[in-house]
């Protein structure tokens, strides 16, 4: 069964995400914040990541940077998610070493579909 982590300190947004992801066959690992989602995601090598920014402590992009930097993490795709949709944002979080972007609010069927692709290889996203 394919594994997505999920680090995200909202609870609403966590919750209905982890729905969507479970009631779409995944089976999902659940961090509040990156200082407990980093460790997680190294024991426990998901095949995904949906990383939220806006973070407490260490934020998204700092975590990201930490999970491409080391050997055991840096090939499983983060995808970045977040309420920055300003111009220039999506570039600055792919650079920072996300696979992928999506902007809050969620839209969900389009979430799959994207994470579809990346754990199916398509680099189109």
Request: aromatic share 2%; with cysteine; glycine share 6%.
């Amino acid at each position: 069964m394919t594994t997505i982590a999920i680090v995200e300190d909202n609870p609403s947004n966590l919750k209905l995400i982890d729905g969507v992801l479970q009631r779409a066959g995944y089976q999902t690992l659940i961090a509040e914040d990156a200082d407990v989602g980093i460790p997680m995601i190294r024991e426990q090598l998901p095949d995904l990541v949906l990383m939220d920014i806006h973070l407490p402590g260490t934020d998204g992009l700092q975590a990201t940077r930490l999970l491409k930097k080391d050997d055991r993490t840096r090939h499983i795709p983060i995808i970045a998610v977040t309420a920055r949709a300003m111009d220039g944002d999506r570039e600055t979080i792919l650079a920072t070493g996300c696979d992928a972007y999506t902007s809050k609010p969620i839209r969900y069927k389009e979430l799959l579909l994207q994470i579809d692709k990346i754990l199916n290889g398509v680099n189109d996203v």
